[in-house]
């Protein structure tokens, strides 16, 4: 299995751009999470997806930030515009369903610096 | 705001020793319990989970549970330096939907 895969992995724009980041899941996962990694604050769940169908996404941060599942190989994150504050990483992460031994599989991240 | 807590280090130990890693988690009702490792520049990747007070072991590694002091640990014995990386706590909600991660602490196991 090629495992979560994200693109592009480098990202370098300018204020107020959009920005989209795209990920596909494991096959067979029908849980997906969007995370957003920064020195200050951690590892931060923005949003998640339960069969394509957005569950949680108070972590969103405002407005600027949207997700998408239209299917179940396929999510995107978009930031329009978007900022300086908004430069991390942001991970994908898929899982099977479950409960006490969820298990997340992490995509290689894709690094967003907003300039 | 369900948080989960961990020092930042980061943890110096010598190679062959012992290394010992905290986490304290707020919510009470917290059932599922994770440690992941993440290596500079790459994605966390799990090392093992525990769900009952007690031990679990699993090789080099024993994860300890007290919930009634919500608090768990990791222990790595025989440090090897290729355990040089951040440790990530995270705890899964009541739902057994989402996963909040701790800041992580850096060990640093030095030769």
């Known amino acids: 299995d090629a495992g979560v895969i994200q693109s592009p992995r480098h990202e370098v724009t300018e204020m107020g751009q959009e920005v989209t980041l795209r990920c596909k899941p494991i096959s067979g996962h029908n849980s997906l999470f969007w995370y957003r990694q920064t020195m200050m604050r951690g590892l931060e769940l923005l949003i998640y997806f339960n069969n394509n169908v957005p569950i949680d996404d108070s972590g969103m941060p405002e407005d600027r930030f949207s997700a998408k599942m239209p299917n179940a190989s396929f999510s995107t994150l978009k930031i329009q515009p978007s900022e300086p504050r908004d430069s991390a990483v942001y991970f994908c992460a898929s899982s099977l369903p479950g409960t006490g031994d969820r298990e997340l599989f992490f995509g290689e991240g894709s690094r967003l610096t907003v300039l | 705001q369900k948080e989960v807590e961990q020092n930042s280090g980061p943890l110096s130990v010598p190679e062959g020793a012992i290394a010992s890693l905290n986490c304290t988690y707020s919510?009470?009702?917290?059932?599922?319990f994770f440690w992941y490792r993440q290596y500079s520049g790459k994605s966390p990747e799990l090392i093992m989970f525990?769900?009952?007070?007690g031990d679990k072991e699993d090789g080099r590694f024993t994860a300890q549970l007290n919930k009634a002091s919500q608090y768990v640990s990791l222990l790595i014995r025989d440090s090897q330096p290729s355990d040089s990386a951040t440790y990530l706590c995270a705890v899964l909600d009541n739902a057994g939907n989402m996963l909040t991660f701790g800041g992580g602490t850096r060990l640093m196991v030095k030769p």
């Open positions: 919510d009470r009702g917290s059932q599922s």
């Open positions: 525990i769900y009952s007070n």
